[in-house]
Each structure stands twice: as structure tokens, then as C-alpha cells.
């Protein structure tokens, strides 16, 4: 995450090459044919074809700089051809928009993909004749994929707080991806820490030493909140061993863990409901946030149409109470009445299975 390009790509190539090594003898092309490969790449770039790409800068903790500018489908080649790995890459794929695809693939409905894992990211399908900036041929369908690399939003009305502007400060990337660093799984763990720090300091919240381990960052992951979130036992005893295990903070009393519990539930409802609402605002722009009213695409019976939100990414998948809440605050945005006309659905793996798709459909066998 912090070394050279070239290491980092080398090691993608030869873990890669391990893979192909243990397929199955079904799985081989045809003599005379490349392997191609779907690239799904979560970071935002310049895409300059359907299989080339300039990273524009890093995220999610990486710092490689002399990977920026670079086109990561040539260094994905470079570093492929060095392990002997006779492969082609037939698309370059954004993580949203591989999920989009995937998703879109079996469901037309689907009109919006977001990633909600250890950064989070959004797309969504717009009319190619409000994309004022694009000045290219409008595609057959009308309609193109915008890739909103959201995590990178901000505004003065966000909820800011002083845990933030430190976790911000300390960043590898000060000053950018400030809406991925309120709501994604690699910064949630990270401000409950902060927070625990400084109740520590303050009012001796886990007696009169602050435990050591509380001032290392990403000590405390968002796994370990859900885990603590989840705990319905009598005494907490999860959230006790976690709290031993993780920080080294043995026999917390049960009063000390209710109040870990309550810190993580604020944490994690305040990402949740920032994330519905940047959902709920993309709806409303592009017509589809199930009203009648409001709503550019309608059923016959002039009721608005179905919309599918696809999601994927491991804090969406494994955080139930992340789930919830941003279903609830979906609901509590868009009213129950044009709710019922939008869904919220888990995409497994869709982003991997959507780069396949858009892979094999740009095959230069076809």
C-alpha cells in the first residue's frame, strides 16, 4: 500500500498467476486465444478507453506515488508479462460500475450502484443529455454510467467533529475523501477509538490510566464494532473480550460496556444515514426515487417504475445494524408511499462478476 508501483502490481500478477494455476482443466481457452480479464480497479482514474486508464490519485490508505499518471492497465500487463501470465486485459473497471453492470445484467430496474466496504464509492445511470461536459456521439441507448467517485464529496452541512478534522489531519490524504472517511468501514473503528481516547482522558472511562493502546490508530477496525454492536448477551461479554482482545483493556465493568455499545451505535447510525441520504439525492436527481410525482419513468399504469439500488462491499454485507439503518433512513427520506417502489439490495461480489460481464462483452473474439 506504501511501496512502488511496480511492487504493487507485481504482486497482484503473481497472485493471479497462482489462481489460473488451479483452474480446472474446463476452464482453459481455446488454441490460439488469450485469457482476458475484467480489471476492476477501485481508485480513481482518467479512463481513456474501455482498457486503458491514468490513476488520478490514491485512496482507502494507499500512497504509491509513482503510480500517479500512470495507465494501470499497462502495469497490469508489464507486471503480468513478468510472470508469465498470458493474459489480456479486455476492460478497465471501476468497482461501482463493475457492480452496476453485474446487477443490471438480470435486473433492468437496477439504476444506481454503491460500494460500502473499506471505502465507499457510487455510479448511477443518467441520460446522456444531461451529462453537459461529455461532447461525444449520444449513445444508441441515450443513457450513459456516471462514475460519481462520491467519497470524495463534501459540503459545510456535513456533521464535522473535531474526531473527524484529527482523523482527517492524520490521514495519508489530508483534505480529500471526506464523505469515505464519515461513512466507510476503514474510518468507523478508527473515530469510536478517538472518541474512547478521549473519554479516557476526560472522565477516566476505563479507570485512571489511559490504556496505551488507544493511542494507535486503526487499532480498534469496524469488524470489532460490529461484532460489539451486535452483542445481545446479559453482560456484554463480546464487547468485554474484544475490548481485552483489541485495546488490552481487561475487566471493563458492564456499565463501561454499555456505554462502548452506545458509542458505536452513533458512529455506525450517523455513517449509515449520511450514506441513505446521498442515496436518496441521486434518486431525486435522476427521477427514480418511487414517487409519482417526482418520478421520470413510469409503468403503464402511469405509476413509477421499480427501482433497484445494488450494493456491495463487506461493511454493507456484514454490519447488520449499518444495514438497518440505512434502509430506515431510505424510507424515512423518501415517505413509505414512494419507498415501496425502491429496493435496496445486497449485489454479491457484484463488482467482480460486472467486470467479467463487461470483459467478456468487449472480447476481441466476439
Known amino acids: 500500500m506504501v511501496g512502488t508501483n511496480e511492487e504493487l502490481f507485481d504482486y497482484i500478477a503473481t497472485k493471479l498467476a497462482h489462481f489460473v494455476e488451479k483452474e480446472g482443466d474446463g476452464f482453459h481457452p481455446r488454441p490460439g486465444q488469450d485469457r482476458e480479464l475484467g480489471f476492476t480497479f477501485s481508485f480513481p482514474v482518467k479512463q481513456l478507453s474501455i482498457d486503458s486508464g491514468c490513476l488520478l490519485k490514491w485512496t482507502k490508505g494507499f ?103 484529527d482523523l482527517d489531519s492524520e490521514s495519508l490524504n489530508p483534505g480529500e475523501q471526506g464523505f469515505e472517511k464519515l461513512i466507510s468501514g476503514m474510518y468507523l473503528g478508527d473515530i469510536v477509538r478517538r472518541v474512547l481516547l478521549r473519554m479516557s482522558e476526560e472522565s477516566f472511562l476505563f479507570g485512571t490510566e489511559v490504556p496505551p493502546s488507544l493511542f494507535k490508530q486503526f487499532v480498534l477496525r469496524t469488524p470489532d464494532l460490529s461484532k460489539m454492536h451486535q452483542d445481545e448477551s446479559s453482560d456484554l461479554r463480546e464487547v468485554g473480550r474484544i475490548l481485552k482482545h483489541a ?38 436527481k435522476i427521477g427514480r426515487d418511487g414517487s409519482t410525482a417526482g418520478s421520470r419513468a413510469k409503468s403503464e399504469s402511469g405509476r413509477a417504475k421499480k427501482t433497484v439500488v445494488a450494493m456491495d462491499g463487506g461493511l454493507y454485507e456484514h454490519y447488520p445494524n449499518f444495514r438497518r439503518y440505512l434502509k430506515e433512513t431510505v424510507e424515512d427520506l423518501l415517505g413509505e408511499e414512494a419507498y415501496a417502489n425502491v429496493s435496496v439490495e445486497l449485489s454479491k461480489d457484484g463488482s467482480g462478476i460486472g467486470a467479467a460481464l463487461l470483459a467478456a462483452s468487449h472480447s476481441k473474439y466476439n
Request: glycine share 10%; with cysteine.
Open 63 to 165: 500512497a504509491i506515488s509513482d503510480g500517479i499518471g500512470k495507465d494501470v492497465v499497462q502495469s497490469l500487463q508489464e507486471a503480468m508479462k513478468k510472470q508469465g501470465v498470458n493474459m489480456r486485459v479486455a476492460a478497465l473497471v471501476n468497482d461501482t460500475v463493475g457492480t452496476l453492470a453485474g446487477a443490471r445484467y438480470w435486473n433492468e430496474d437496477v439504476m444506481m450502484a454503491v460500494i460500502l466496504g473499506t471505502g465507499t464509492n457510487a455510479c448511477y445511470v443518467e441520460r446522456a443529455e444531461a451529462i453537459t461536459k461529455y461532447q461525444g456521439e449520444t449513445p444508441k441507448s441515450g443513457t450513459m454510467v456516471i462514475n460519481m467517485e462520491w467519497g470524495n464529496f463534501w459540503s459545510s452541512l456535513l456533521p464535522k467533529t473535531s474526531y473527524d478534522e
Open 247 to 284: 485495546l488490552g483493556i481487561a475487566n471493563t465493568p458492564l456499565k463501561v460496556r454499555k456505554i462502548v455499545v452506545e458509542l458505536c451505535d452513533l458512529v455506525t447510525e450517523r455513517g449509515a444515514k449520511l450514506c441513505g441520504a446521498g442515496i436518496v439525492g441521486v434518486l431525486k
